[in-house]
């Protein structure tokens, strides 16, 4: 069997534009189509729920069916397996899609789903509150560290030439040109160079989060110490009823206001208002969305 070039970067970069370009295309048509059987507030609920569905629909019809898709039809290129000699089989192909299309849904849905959760203040019911705040204030790095893998993943692609997606280096779908074409050198050259210089700006930028990342974590145990330093005091002295909880009757902790003006511990208060979203001493009702944490109060 005929050997087959590999496809070049240049080729892989404008086959996937192409096909963003014409998923976008159809994802228009399908909002339009919903705003307008079913209603926009239907569109705008499930907004991302439906690209997903349009995406699904652009692949299926494409890759899981056997078949080009039209940004490889446009460059001439065609997904193979490892061997570069046969095309992937059908469990291949929906592993390719359902990881390019379901796992960056679901990942950012249930990122952003444990961030509102943690925000709100509720709490993780196998966790203890320190380890709930430690992961409310540790989400954001996770977010920059899959930014941070993606652009890693971008870099080799440019110095190597495979696996533009990272769907494709885990299904082990590969690339092939159908018809041969001159390979430019000083193209290659190119995307070897906006390699380096794309490991270059990602090391100085792994470098500038490991510092801030440090900083992070010697404020948080500095605050945990002080925070125990002020407790053990506490347990010594009688509190004062301006700065006692009315729910648990010791010194506030990170003090909350309700609408009403009465003071509580921010853990109290949420505690409280999962089975009564009112104030527990004048009864005036309230969503817990409402309630204000006094930043630097607890230190007067």
Not at 76 to 98: E, F, H, Y
Not at 125 to 145: G, I
Request: charge should be positive.
């Amino acid at each position: 069997m005929a050997t087959f070039q590999s496809a070049g970067q240049a080729e892989i970069i404008r086959s996937s534009q192409k096909d963003e370009a014409y998923q976008t295309q159809l994802r228009g048509s399908i909002h339009d189509v919903v705003q307008s059987l079913i209603g926009t507030r239907f569109w705008a609920r499930w907004r991302k729920e439906l690209d997903v569905v349009s995406d699904v629909l652009y692949f299926g019809l494409t890759t899981i069916a056997g078949f080009q898709t039209l940004g490889e039809e446009y460059v001439n290129i065609l997904q193979v397996d490892g061997t570069k000699r046969a095309v992937p089989s059908l469990q291949r192909r929906i592993a390719l899609v359902a990881l390019h299309i379901g796992a960056p849904y679901l990942l950012d849905k249930t990122l952003s789903r444990l961030s509102f959760h943690l925000e709100a203040g509720y709490r993780l019911s196998n966790l203890s509150e320190e380890a709930n705040n430690r992961l409310r204030l540790w989400l954001p790095s996770v977010r920059r560290a899959l930014t941070f893998v993606n652009r890693v993943h971008m870099a080799a692609f440019y110095l190597r030439g495979l696996f533009y997606h990272i769907a494709k280096r885990f299904s082990g779908v590969n690339y092939i040109q159908v018809r041969r074409t001159a390979v430019s050198q000083a193209l290659q050259k190119s995307f070897h160079i906006l390699g380096w210089l794309s490991g270059i700006q990602l090391s100085v930028s792994l470098l500038w989060h490991a510092l801030q990342l440090r900083k992070m974590v010697i404020y948080q145990s500095s605050e945990a110490t002080e925070e125990k330093e002020r407790s053990v005091t506490l347990d010594t002295q009688v509190v004062d009823p301006r700065w006692r909880c009315s729910l648990c009757l010791e010194r506030r902790q990170h003090t909350t206001c309700p609408p009403c003006g009465h003071l509580y511990c921010w853990g109290c208060i949420m505690e409280w208002c999962r089975t009564k979203p009112e104030c527990p001493i004048c009864r005036d009702g309230f969503q817990a969305s409402r309630l204000v944490r006094l930043q630097n109060y607890d230190r007067r």
